[in-house]
T-cell receptor
Framework: IAGITQAPTSQILAAGRRMTLRCTQDMRHNAMYWYRQDLGLGLRLIHYSNTAGTTGKGEVPDGYSVSRANTDDFPLTLASAVPSQTSVYFC???????????FGQGTRLTVV | KNEVEQSPQNLTAQEGEFITINCSYSVGISALHWLQQHPGGGIVSLFMLSSGKKKHGRLIATINIQEKHSSLHITASHPRDSAVYICAVRPSGFGNEKLTFGTGTRLTIIP
C-alpha cells in the first residue's frame, strides 16, 4: 500500500442495507476525514478523527458512523442506506489537523 | 452566498494558453488548498499556502490574504491539465476538519 486506499471503488446497494466503506493509510497520519461529493455542492465533511480513538461529526453526519480503532484505518458505516446517500465518497488524511491533506481514489456508491 | 467562490465554473482553452482560475472567500483563514480532480479519478493536493506564492512545475498559486483571494495559474497548458480544480479554505483557529470547499472549475484544454 502506498498512500491512502479506499475499498470498494464502486458499489450498488439496496436501500435499507448496511454498508461499510473502508479506508486505510500507511503514512502514519494522525488525522483522517470522510467526505461526500455531490454535483454542484462540492465536498462536504461527514466525520473526522484527529487521532486514533477519537472521532467528530462534520457537516453532514446523519446516517453515517465511523470508528478509529488504530492509526491506519477509518471505516465509514451506513447503518441503513437510503437513496440520498448516493454519492462519491472520499477518504483523506493529514499528518496533523493543520497540514496538507491526501485523498483516496474515491468510492462511488449508488443506493437503489 | 457560499463561503468559497470559484471562477470561472467552466473554462475551455487551446493547448499552450496561460490559464488563470480564481478563488474568493469570505472568512479569515489560516491556509488555502488547491486540489486537482481528473474525470472519474481521485483528488490530488496541488498546493497548500497561507501567504505569497508557490510554484511547482507549470503550476503557480498565489494568495492575497487582505483581499481574501487566491489564483491558480497554469503556464503552457496541455491537454493532460484537463481536470476539475478545487479551492478549499481552512478557517482561522481550526484544523482541516473545518475545510470549506468551492464547487470547482472544470478546465478543458483542446489540442
Amino acid at each position: 500500500i502506498a498512500g491512502i486506499t479506499q475499498a470498494p471503488t464502486s458499489q450498488i446497494l439496496a436501500a435499507g442495507r448496511r454498508m461499510t466503506l473502508r479506508c486505510t493509510q500507511d503514512m502514519r497520519h494522525n488525522a483522517m476525514y470522510w467526505y461526500r461529493q455531490d454535483l454542484g455542492l462540492g465536498l462536504r465533511l461527514i466525520h473526522y478523527s484527529n487521532t486514533a480513538g477519537t472521532t467528530g461529526k462534520g457537516e453532514v453526519p446523519d446516517g453515517y458512523s465511523v470508528s478509529r480503532a488504530n492509526t491506519d484505518d477509518f471505516p465509514l458505516t451506513l447503518a441503513s442506506a437510503v437513496p440520498s446517500q448516493t454519492s462519491v465518497y472520499f477518504c483523506a488524511s493529514s499528518g496533523t489537523r493543520n497540514t496538507e491533506a491526501f485523498f483516496g481514489q474515491g468510492t462511488r456508491l449508488t443506493v437503489v | 452566498k457560499n463561503e468559497v467562490e470559484q471562477s470561472p465554473q467552466n473554462l475551455t482553452a487551446q493547448e499552450g494558453e496561460f490559464i488563470t482560475i480564481n478563488c474568493s472567500y469570505s472568512v479569515g483563514i489560516s491556509a488555502l488548498h488547491w486540489l486537482q480532480q481528473h474525470p472519474g479519478g481521485g483528488i490530488v493536493s496541488l498546493f497548500m499556502l497561507s501567504s505569497g506564492k508557490k510554484k511547482h512545475g507549470r503550476l503557480i498559486a498565489t494568495i492575497n490574504i487582505q483581499e481574501k483571494h487566491s489564483s491558480l495559474h497554469i503556464t503552457a497548458s496541455h491537454p493532460r491539465d484537463s481536470a476539475v480544480y478545487i479551492c478549499a479554505v481552512r478557517p482561522s483557529g481550526f484544523g482541516n476538519e473545518k475545510l470549506t470547499f468551492g464547487t470547482g472549475t472544470r478546465l478543458t484544454i483542446i489540442p
